[in-house]
């Protein structure tokens, strides 16, 4: 079983950054494969923020946070981050870090591993 931790979330004023990381522990079949950041927000969907390729070289991001929002890995402590930057209201969501044990295709947004989120939430 692979256990994914989220940590790094809180409370941040219209503006101000956040940095999320993801812990991945338990199996190491994930190995070789992307990772990725999504989020939902209240009422709506999950929606795909950001995925990155197992050696960090490649990475993938939705169209509207692209330029606020990096994410980036370190392997050798199976951490994943993911920095945001001149934080909006409309970012306030649930982050999730999701991992996978197939395909390499950054475009392809499933995921069969999920850690429990962290909050985000952006005052204006």
């Known amino acids: 079983q692979v256990q994914l931790v989220e940590s790094g979330g809180g409370l941040v004023q219209a503006g101000g950054s956040l940095r999320l990381s993801c812990a991945a522990s338990g199996r190491t079949f994930i190995n070789g494969y992307p990772m990725a950041w999504f989020r939902r927000a209240p009422g709506k969907e999950r929606e795909f923020v950001a995925a990155i390729s197992w050696s960090g070289g490649r990475t993938y991001y939705t169209d509207s946070l692209k330029g606020r929002f990096a994410i980036s890995r370190d392997n050798a402590k199976t951490t994943v981050y993911l920095q945001m930057n001149s934080l909006k209201p409309e970012d306030t969501a649930v982050y999730y870090c999701?991992?996978?044990?197939?395909?390499?295709?950054?475009?392809?947004?499933?995921?069969?591993?999920w850690g429990q989120g962290t909050q985000v939430t952006v005052s204006s």
């Open positions: 999701a991992a996978r044990e197939n395909d390499y295709r950054l475009g392809y947004l499933v995921y069969n591993y």
